[in-house]
């Protein structure tokens, strides 16, 4: 079992900068895969990035390449989403979420792959 909580959220302008933590509970954390993904009102909810267990692999999607970084660090039992150059389009419930099936440098872009899902946090990026 996985539990996981989001933190960070918030106002933000276009252009500025936020940090969104997601603090884990659980002995699976260490060899799980973590992902961030969002939904915005009225859309479906989408992949945003991931990372495997050691934090060697990451991968993104391409609104939010060279502008997101996702990291973690296991002694902390924490994944992290640093968002730079935020645009209003990025106005979404983001979520985190736990690969607790992932092995090796697998990381999964399709939503069904991930087991466990924190309740989310809003981020709002004003123009």
């Known amino acids: 079992q996985v539990q996981l909580v989001e933190s960070g959220g918030g106002l933000m302008q276009a252009g500025g900068s936020l940090r969104l933590s997601c603090a884990a509970s659980g002995r699976t954390f260490n060899t799980s895969a973590m992902g961030w993904f969002r939904q915005a009102p009225g859309k479906e909810r989408e992949f945003v990035a991931a990372i495997n267990w050691s934090g060697a692999n990451t991968y993104y999607a391409d609104s939010v390449k060279g502008r997101f970084t996702i990291s973690r660090d296991n002694a902390k039992n924490t994944v992290y989403l640093q968002m730079n150059s935020l645009k209003p389009e990025d106005t979404a419930v983001y979520y985190c979420?736990?690969?607790?099936?992932?092995?090796?440098?697998?990381?999964?872009?399709?939503?069904?792959?991930?087991?466990?899902w924190g309740q989310g946090t809003q981020v709002t990026v004003s123009s």
């Open positions: 979420t736990a690969d607790s099936r992932s092995r090796g440098w697998s990381v999964s872009l399709n939503r069904n792959d991930y087991d466990y």
